[in-house]
């Protein structure tokens, strides 16, 4: 099943994130011509662990795996779909959010772990909207509670019906002495443009609002009664399809499984390549540059498939970051290696770029930036090594830009035959792959001075060594082979000295600069209260209300403000 425990070759388990629709046990796919129906029907004895059932079609991380996948699979193997209408199978209950049983038995770095994937699948809802043209509505037919409005939220219409029971709320506060985890906060006020006063009422009730209330404070778009219901929901839907602007047309491409090896020293994909140091906490990941020229046009790309260099290096890459985050949590570093030619990067990147507006092109691009994405918000320090033989062209050199170092040797190594190390800039580097505050990687890095960006942007196609880089702003340190393995030894262990923690809150306040967008605000100031709030005695002591909620004890709590 989705998310089931694996076993590595030295016995530990992990979860895997790697599913497809013959596994699913809590979504089901339908699809009709435009529009396609996402049905909601958790299956209570298919948790993730032991000790907790999903009723009312409550959640943990195994469910959305699952969604985290089908909404990927719509995107690449349905181009003809233009609307997704997400509903319930339950009689009287759309989803009662995460589950609280589980959240309650679970680790910090679990519950914190799993939060950021919700986060970033729900994120994955509006992107489609957004930039695939495939919108979504939610039909509420009963209780929408917790994450189970967070959501409906992420989608673009909320259609609640007008039965007397049915309702939409965010109890976490009164009810669990936490935050909603997935960004209902910030998008009830931020994306649904609820009045702050009724925002602070309807987050501190434990009923929930229905009826004409909650249209008329827009936590819902409309009421409909349960005769009419079906009725409304397939208007609503061909209007949806009339406006899309996905202009896909013919067979999608399968997303393939990943050929893939996991072992307690690393894992091995086809172009992605994962060593763990488990006594350093390292992680070493390197990308190899494609063995072949991209495809002469959209029909060798469309025959390629799943197997086109940039979209499985994508998919490679993704896996491997998830696995890493919920599998590996004693890994405090991720550096970033890669090696083949330059040249067919740099001609996959011409070729996503002269083709952007086919719309498998477009996914692939836009699935890029959502990995790289993944990536900036991941706790672990992000460092990259540019050396003799890399390929950090174009797509792959925005991993520099990500990177909380970056340090690149001058010239060669002696004995080492392979090319000097170089970085080149692309088009790629300039717009399609902005982070999660709405600025390119570069645009970060040259805030002070955005001349800076102008002089980078004039080099595109320009091949630049380390002095040339370093001096241009694109690395941290240029390194001769001297002092290259000395000045990278004592960084990895002062860095990996320090605490994780600090480290953690370090990072996220440096990487992210300047303006604040509705993503950034619910991965930054949200996740970074919610971090907190999930060690907080007042929620996960033996007396918190997690701990309590449904024995009929009414939690302790340490009333002093801090």
């Not at 019906?161 to 002495?177: F, H, I, N, R, T």
């Not at 067979?251 to 994909?269: F, H, K, M, Q, V």
């Amino acid at each position: 099943m989705a998310g089931e425990d694996r076993v590595l070759a030295g016995g530990a388990s992990f979860i895997d994130f790697q599913t497809d629709p013959s596994r699913y046990r809590h979504w089901k796919l339908d699809v009709d011509g435009e529009v396609a129906t996402l049905t909601m029907d958790v299956d209570e004895n298919g948790g993730l662990f032991e000790g907790y059932q999903l009723k009312l079609n409550s959640y943990d991380l195994g469910v959305d795996i699952e969604l985290a996948d089908v909404v990927q699979r719509l995107r690449f193997e349905h181009p003809c779909v233009k609307v997704v209408i997400l509903r319930s199978a339950k009689n009287r209950v759309f989803c009662a959010g995460a589950n609280i049983r589980m959240l309650a038995g679970a680790t910090h770095a679990h519950k914190v772990n799993f939060c950021k994937f919700t986060n970033e699948t729900r994120n994955g809802l509006e992107d489609s909207s957004e930039n695939s043209g495939q919108r979504f509505i939610t039909v509420v037919n009963g209780s929408a509670a917790g994450g189970g409005y967070e959501l409906a939220l992420a989608t673009d219409h909320i259609i609640l019906a007008d039965d007397g029971s049915a309702a939409v709320a965010l109890p976490e506060v009164p009810l669990l002495a936490v935050l909603p985890g997935t960004g209902g906060l910030t998008r009830v006020v931020d994306k649904r443009k609820v009045r702050r006063d009724h925002a602070d009422y309807f987050c501190t009730i434990e009923e929930g609002i229905k009826g004409k209330r909650a249209v008329a404070w827009r936590l819902v778009d409309e009421i409909v009664p349960n005769s009419k219901l079906e009725a409304k929901v397939a208007e609503r839907a061909k209007e949806f399809a009339a406006a899309s602007s996905r202009n896909g047309g013919g067979e999608g491409i399968s997303l393939t499984p990943l050929a893939r090896s996991i072992d307690e020293n690393g894992i091995r994909y086809g172009f992605v390549s994962v060593d763990i140091d488990r006594a350093a906490r390292i992680a070493t990941i390197s990308i190899k540059a494609p063995d072949a020229p991209p495809p002469a046009d959209i029909d060798r790309l469309i025959a390629q498939g799943a197997s086109f260099w940039p979209l499985q290096v994508a998919r490679e890459l993704d896996d491997a970051i998830l696995h890493l985050r919920l599998n590996e949590l004693e890994i405090g570093m991720l550096v970033f290696k890669s090696h083949g030619d330059r040249a067919s990067v740099l001609a996959c990147d011409a070729f996503l770029e002269a083709n952007k507006s086919h719309w498998l092109v477009n996914e692939i691009r836009q699935y890029l930036k959502r990995v790289l994405k993944r990536i900036d918000v991941t706790s672990r320090t992000l460092v990259t090594l540019i050396e003799p033989g890399s390929c950090f062209v174009g797509t792959l050199a925005e991993l520099v830009f990500a990177a909380d170092r970056s340090y690149m040797l001058i010239g060669s190594r002696q004995g080492d035959n392979r090319p000097p190390p170089t970085i080149e800039l692309t088009a790629m580097n300039f717009g399609p792959y902005p982070m999660s505050h709405g600025l390119t990687r570069l645009q970060s890095r040259f805030q002070a001075q955005a001349s800076d960006l102008e002089r980078a942007q004039a080099r595109i196609g320009e091949t630049l060594d380390a002095e040339e880089a370093e001096a241009a702003g694109l690395v941290t340190f240029a390194l001769d082979d001297i002092d290259w393995d000395d000045e990278i030894r004592v960084f990895f262990e002062e860095r990996t000295s320090f605490s994780p923690d600090g480290l953690t809150g370090m990072e996220a306040n440096l990487r992210f600069v300047g303006p604040e967008t509705m993503e950034s605000k619910i991965f930054s100031r949200l996740t970074a209260w919610q971090n907190w709030i999930f060690q907080r005695p007042n929620a996960v002591g033996e007396d918190g209300a997690l701990r309590r909620y449904g024995t009929g004890q009414k939690a302790h709590f340490d009333t002093t403000r801090v």
